[in-house]
């Protein structure tokens, strides 16, 4: 069985930055494919960045684009979410996934996701 630990989320000034870990403490099925989602009161999940850790390739929705970094750490099993020029709008609670496969644009594939971290909540102020 997968466990994710989350960490890194707090309050932050607009503009500010932040960095989210999301570590892999029980490593029992495929994680290929590493992912960031968020969600918002009142709003649909929405995905933010995936990462494919066989070859480093990344995945990032347009609203993050330039702003935010999806990065590994093999040795620590460890993908971090370096989170910049925060905007209010990026305030939502954001959730860590592990799948066993990245689409074919390093998005994760839905249907093998095994583990969803319990979230940390990233709160940015105007």
């Known amino acids: 069985q997968v466990q994710l630990v989350e960490s890194g989320g707090g309050s932050v000034q607009a503009g500010g930055s932040l960095r989210l870990s999301c570590a892999r403490i029980?490593?029992?099925?495929?994680?290929?494919?590493m992912g960031w989602f968020r969600q918002a009161p009142g709003k649909e999940r929405e995905g933010v960045a995936a990462?494919?850790?066989?070859?480093?390739?990344?995945y990032y929705a347009d609203s993050v684009k330039g702003r935010f970094t999806i990065s590994q750490d093999q040795a620590k099993n460890t993908v971090y979410l370096q989170m910049n020029t925060l905007k209010p709008e990026d305030t939502a609670m954001y959730y860590c996934?592990?799948?066993?496969?990245?689409?074919?644009?390093?998005?994760?594939?839905?249907?093998?996701?095994?583990?969803w971290g319990q979230g940390t909540q990233v709160t940015v102020s105007s």
């Open positions: 996934a592990a799948g066993a496969y990245c689409t074919g644009d390093n998005r994760i594939a839905g249907p093998t996701i095994n583990t």
């Open positions: 029980r490593y029992a099925y495929w994680s290929n494919c």
């Open positions: 990462i494919y850790t066989i070859a480093d390739g990344t």
